[in-house]
């Protein structure tokens, strides 16, 4: 059984930092790509970040680009989103995703999500 935990949500001020992590269990990590997707309280979820199977290949959405980073440890079978500079627009539940495809966007699997609120 596939499971997907993230952590690492909270209330964080404008401008601040914070990194999500998702733990990946039951499935071979290294073979999945791995994405981050957001929905903000009213909106459409949309795809964040994306990184492939062994971190050769990212993409943002482009809202995040130049503050956000996804990276990935397959030895610790976990995916990580760093988001710096953080703004209002941001405010938004955060999901892992993890799939078997060429796109970045790959979203077989999801996970429960964590909050992200950036509010001062």
């Known amino acids: 059984q596939v499971q997907l935990v993230e952590s690492g949500g909270g209330l964080v001020q404008p401008g601040g930092s914070l990194r999500l992590s998702c733990a990946a269990s039951g499935l071979t990590f290294s073979s999945y790509t791995m994405a981050w997707f957001r929905q903000a309280p009213g909106k459409e979820r949309e795809f964040v970040a994306g990184?492939?199977?062994?971190?050769?290949?990212?993409d943002y959405t482009g809202s995040v680009k130049g503050r956000f980073t996804i990276s990935r440890d397959n030895a610790k079978d976990t995916v990580y989103l760093q988001m710096n500079s953080l703004k209002p627009e941001d405010t938004a539940l955060y999901y892992c995703?993890?799939?078997?495809?060429?796109?970045?966007?790959?979203?077989?699997?999801w996970g429960q999500g964590t909050r992200v609120t950036v509010s001062s």
């Open positions: 990184i492939n199977w062994n971190g050769g290949r990212t």
């Open positions: 995703t993890a799939g078997r495809s060429l796109s970045l966007r790959a979203n077989q699997y």
